[in-house]
């Protein structure tokens, strides 16, 4: 294939990368098949495993010895997993019935894999992906698949992407693009805490690409292309290297407060979700969790999470953040974010959406509580509840939280809201005065006052610069600071260039951004004076149309990032 073609996709990681197609699922066209060149079954099978056991084993010692932990984890367990009897067993089991052993070795390893992924557990479904991902490597050894001899950057292309391909010794990865997957897969997270650009969710006509077709990945714009024009690969080349001097010019100031020139200071928080995220967070100088989203873990969950599924994914970040302020969101399913039990169910149809939906689940709601406290017992923990609309919410999730806190035997944690909806802006004095704290959730804040989809494509952080938006964050500042309410920001807008010292200006006490981002947004407040952030807001509210205030703040502070 020659031809320009362009993808687009979600973004599992940021980042621009050029590089050629490496399908990391394919076995090669001219291989031998295994089956026809005889020999024992059980000893090509036992062979096959041992070899993948003992070279993922390799790869783990090898990453553990770079001082990459969590990598070398991953490694460790997929060594385990070719290593396990009983499924080499299934799959001898059915070479023995005459199948070809690739075919053997495919039907065991599916089997297994829909067996655990089957099971009521997070933690095990991902590991369904981990036994996938073993299988590919044990086919593609029997196929007499060696890899790419090459240090050539590669782009790994495939259906389903494992954690393990992002690690192949040997090969340059440079960005990666599935077909499925989600944001919280074990892929992602490598791909996130290794910096390797990844777009998920793309058309799967990208299978169509052959081995060493040169693709470009925009993954901030969630799109690839492959065969670039000459233009577009200049331009990516140049994009790469001023983003890796300017990561490495940013990171230097990590160590110094988020603090204006003229001496206004902001507390700089971290969203984060998963284990490797809360890890980048503080190397990246976060002072804690602005927002924990504990709802992501279970978007492929079959039913409400019990206790033991909310601390099997909420130990260990919460493990990783100890002694820091964590504010965790309770569960937020929403239209754009809804487990298969609550899409495809009457009652979940019934059950409506948001906080409505959780307070009519009580028993749902008191158990994450209960698993927040016990989970969250070493960290400095506060609760933040989502999509609040009046008092009367706050006051049920309060009754909640207390009753869960008391049989634990716990002090109850502060209690907070985000301000998502404009009846909780309409609400505000009244929820300030009972809240401990309120954070503003601007992606669905500003959908929701601008008549917006979430998945709307002009639905972008920006937005939040619509006057309309930041006068209905200034009435929130203002009457949580008539009750000595903190206020932070934990929607996207808090990391946009010219939206961050609006939000400064409007008197924001706090800003909760991805990990990712961090750096950027502590140089961009340490580069603007306080006092021009508040003149800024106040014109700003004042104009008709986010385009003319975005001027305004280009003209009035452009800071000159490193
Ligand atoms: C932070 C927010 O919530 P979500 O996780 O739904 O993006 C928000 O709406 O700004």
């Known amino acids: 294939m020659t031809d320009r073609r362009a993808y687009t996709g979600h973004t599992a990681a940021p980042g621009t990368a050029l590089g050629f197609v490496h399908r990391t699922d394919r076995p090669p066209a001219k291989a031998v098949l295994p089956h026809r060149t005889g020999g024992d079954p059980t000893k090509q099978i036992t062979d096959a495993f041992d070899t993948i056991a003992t070279r993922l084993l390799d790869l783990s010692t090898s990453l553990r010895e770079q001082g990459k932990d969590e990598q070398a984890d991953i490694m460790e367990v997929n060594s385990y997993i070719a290593q396990d009897q009983d499924l080499r067993d299934q799959a001898v089991k059915r070479a023995n019935y005459g199948r070809p052993v690739p075919v053997a070795v495919r039907q065991a390893i599916d089997a297994y894999a829909g067996t655990i992924a089957e099971l009521d557990d997070p933690t095990l479904a991902e590991r369904a992906a981990d036994v996938r991902q073993v299988g590919r490597r044990v086919l593609a050894h029997l196929y007499g698949h060696t890899g790419p001899a090459t240090d050539q ?21 440079t960005a990666a693009i599935s077909v499925t997957g989600g944001p919280n897969s074990h892929a992602a997270i490598v791909a996130r805490s290794l910096g390797i650009p990844f777009l998920l969710a793309v058309d799967p006509q990208l299978l169509e690409l052959p081995d060493g077709q040169e693709i470009l990945l925009d993954a901030d714009m969630a799109s690839a292309v492959a065969h670039p024009d000459d233009d577009e690969r200049t331009k990516a080349l140049h994009a790469m290297e001023t983003a890796r001097n300017r990561r490495l010019a940013l990171a230097e100031e ?21 284990p490797a995220e809360a890890r980048a967070a503080l190397t990246t100088g976060a002072e804690g969790v602005g927002l924990l989203r504990t709802e992501l873990p279970f978007l492929n969950h079959p039913s409400w999470p019990t206790r033991n599924q909310h601390a099997a994914t909420l ?3 919460l493990r990783a953040l100890t002694g820091q302020v964590v504010t965790a969101r309770t569960l937020d399913f929403a239209d754009d974010k809804l487990p298969p039990f609550l899409a495809e169910s009457r009652e979940g149809r019934r059950l409506g959406r948001g906080l409505p939906l959780m307070l009519a689940q009580p028993d749902a709601f008191a158990d994450q509580f209960r698993s927040l406290l016990s989970a969250g017992a070493d960290t400095d923990l506060r609760i933040m509840i989502p999509m609040v609309a009046s008092i009367d919410e706050l006051r049920a999730c309060r009754r909640l939280l207390q009753a869960a806190a008391a ?5 109850t944690p502060p209690l907070g809201i985000m301000v998502e909806l404009p009846e909780a802006v309409a609400a ?16 669905d804040l500003t959908c929701q006052i601008l008549g917006l989809d979430r998945r709307d494509p002009t639905a972008t952080p ?7 938006v930041l006068d209905a964050i200034a009435r929130v500042v203002t009457a949580a600071h008539r009750h000595n309410r903190q206020v932070s920001v934990c929607g996207d807008a808090a990391a946009h260039p010219f939206v961050t010292p609006l939000l400064i200006g409007i008197g924001c006490d706090s800003l909760s951004v991805a990990p990712a981002a961090l ?7 340490r580069r603007i004076r306080h006092d021009t952030c508040v003149s800024l807001a106040a014109i700003a509210l004042t104009r008709e149309t986010p385009e003319e205030v975005r001027r305004l703040v280009e003209q009035c502070c452009q800071p000159s990032l490193p």
Not at 162 to 169: F, K, S, T, V
Not at 269 to 274: D, P, S
Not at 407 to 411: F, I, T
């Open 315 to 317: 130990v260990p970040v």
């Open 519 to 525: 750096d950027e947004v502590r140089a961009r407040i």
């Open 153 to 173: 950057p590669l782009v790994l292309v495939a259906h389903e992407i494992g954690a393990a391909d992002l690690l192949e010794p040997g090969l340059t990865v």
């Open 407 to 411: 049989e634990a035997g716990v002090p």
């Open 428 to 443: 505000a004095d009244d929820l300030a005065r009972e809240a401990s704290f309120l954070s503003i959730g601007s992606n």
């Open 462 to 468: 920006a937005m939040a610069a619509h006057p309309a």
């Open 254 to 274: 990590r160590h110094l407060p988020a603090e204006t020139l003229d001496g206004h200071r902001i507390v700089l928080r971290a969203n984060v979700a998963t």
